[in-house]
Nanobody
Framework: QVRLAESGGGSVQAGGSLRLSCAVS????????FAWFRQAPGKEREGIAG????????YYHDSVKGRFTISQDNAKNTLYLQMNSLKPEDTAMYYC??????????????????????WGQGTQVTVSS
């Protein structure tokens, strides 16, 4: 069982930055893969960043490449999402997700919600223009 708890959301103006954190219980150093998803009202949940192998492998959605950075601190059992140059279209509920069951599928399916069995409760990010 993996428990996840996000924090760090809030309201910022366009161009600003936020760092989201996801505290991870029952942490598996090598075998767990993680991702950040977001969901805006009326839209599907979309994967925006994924990480595995303690940061050795990362993936990003095109919409956030160059602006967002996913990372993990194994000593703190924490996943992060550094978000810079925020835009109003980044406004959404942000979720962290984790799983360990099929790491070899991660590369092809990191952005799919069905890849993950463990989810946090979400943290709201609102970007005003």
């Amino acid at each position: 069982q993996v428990r996840l708890a996000e924090s760090g959301g809030g309201s910022v103006q366009a161009g600003g930055s936020l760092r989201l954190s996801c505290a991870v219980s029952s942490y598996g150093y090598y075998s767990t893969y993680f991702a950040w998803f977001r969901q805006a009202p009326g839209k599907e949940r979309e994967g925006i960043a994924g990480i595995w192998n303690s940061g050795g492998i990362t993936y990003y959605h095109d919409s956030v490449k160059g602006r967002f950075t996913i990372s993990q601190d194994n000593a703190k059992n924490t996943l992060y999402l550094q978000m810079n140059s925020l835009k109003p279209e980044d406004t959404a509920m942000y979720y962290c997700a984790a799983d360990r069951s099929d790491p070899h599928s991660f590369g092809a399916a990191w952005y799919l919600p069905s890849t993950y069995n463990y989810w946090g409760q979400g943290t709201q990010v609102t970007v005003s223009s």
